[in-house]
């Protein structure tokens, strides 16, 4: 006998829990699987009794209405007939199963909201009441409310979210307006039909934008429910896709959990759809988020200030960490004054304090520096005339504009330099796109903001964007975005002199490129057989020794020495 899915009230949805294995014996109505959409979380009962024989599905496949799910072995008639109890309860799935479609209600609330929906532009201006749609049981609870008085939303936007043993669903607006009155509160009891929402209807023009994938109201209601009963069920999933021994073994061995687990984990979690759908989006464990609402179940707010907390103790780590993690033995007592002299003790700023951690981690690198020099003469020229027109724009049109887009390209015909190491030293984790650490020096200290996807612009968005990059450092503006994701860092030292450095890798990138300032330097000319003035630019490369090998370093560092003596180069 074949088990198949019901209608799901979408098109589609994923497989995220399989709640039966194959040699189970199953009672007509348990829980077989766990679908999820976008819009809705819904376990799906079994149509039958009978032993599992097969399970057409797994975790993560997309299911639509008719697809099998599992195929059962009929259980045995007479053992049924022998057993009482199992005769009334089935009596009364049987008496059960017909009610839904013996209701009127739940049409007559479509009608009402077709003809709502269909009109929109006739009802303009008119506070109507609107009614749930049939939710699939005879009442469930409501655990979110997502607008408040006052809100104006769009038809088909999610406003409430509704929960029962069976299912998780976002209610949509039935039709675009204003918020004038909420008639249920979270923790509330509903049913079919009920009043819940007055709404001051608008044109959908006048709407504000809804999500694309936002579902028609009739579309918003769980798996349709003509074949289980609204019975209670304890709430807690029937335990199954168990990984075998084997499985636990290896899991076990490796340190982690496997699929079955986490999938497993992720069920136990108290949220809905449209949560857990923000959780991924933000790269949340939602397993590690703690819920504010009934029954500790998760909501948006809760997300986000896990997503702040978690922010701020990143933030405070490095600050209360100890600064002698490099292994730096204690400082001597220097009280003494007749040894020592007097001293004055004066407190780090808290950009260097929390700079200390990230510099230890150099002590572990096997960092070398490769020195070269590029011929800029020509491209100060190229420089020369044009920064005059982009002052005039409001541009400040420097020659680390040049360098930082002559790197991201070498980056991209070099790739291991925009790269990591992996934590067990066994792989290379190649970056798709250049994101440039640009080094500034601020009254604090150096800070590091980053411009994303650099090899897709040009010299004029690389300058305007280290321009206002520079004063939102100096201004401690930045934000978190603005100082993370880097691939690969540039520190310009500028005209504060000096002909070469050794810049630190910055971890977990591999390299690093150190600008110093440009001179006059004589170079000999084959041609003419003569010296000739020539503004030269030092670099220096630092880099990761465990990744980048010398040889590579040296043939880098020319080719962007080469990229700045004629940057034509780049538009090949």
Known sequence: MDIKAPDLGVDSAEVSEIMV??????AKDDNIVLLESDKASVEVPSS???KVTKISVAIGDQVSEGMVLIELESADDSAESNDDNAAEKQKANSTDDVKPESKPEPAVTESKQSESAAKPAANAGKATTHAL???GVDEAQVSEIMVSVGDTVSAEQSILLIESDKASVEVPAPVAGKIEKILVEAGDMVANGQDFIVIMESSTDDASDSESEAPKPQESAPAKTEDKPAAKTT???????K???TDTAASKTEGKLTEAQVNEKLVDVYAGPAVRKLARQLGVDITQVNGSALNDRILKEDLFAHVKNSLTKQKAAPVSSNPVSSGLPKLPDMSNAEIWGETETQDLSRLQKVSIPQLNYNTLLPQVTQFDLSDITETEKLRGELKGGMKAEGVGFTILAFVVKATAYALTQHPRFNSHLSDDNTQVILRKSVNMGIAVATDDGLIVPVIKNVQDKGLKQIAIEIGELAVKARD????TKDLQGASFTISSQGNLGGTAFTPLVNWPQVGILGVSEA????????KKQSFEPRLMLPLSLSYDHRVINGADAAVFTRYIATLLADPRRILI
């Open 519 to 526: 001179s006059m330097q004589p170079r000999w000319d084959t």
């Open 476 to 479: 401690k503006k930045l934000s």
């Open 235 to 241: 709430g807690e999933p029937k335990q199954a896709a």
């Open 133 to 135: 749609p049939d939710l």
């Open 243 to 245: 990984p075998t021994n």
């Open 48 to 50: 039958a009794a009978g």
């Open 21 to 26: 294995e194959v040699g189970d014996v199953i």
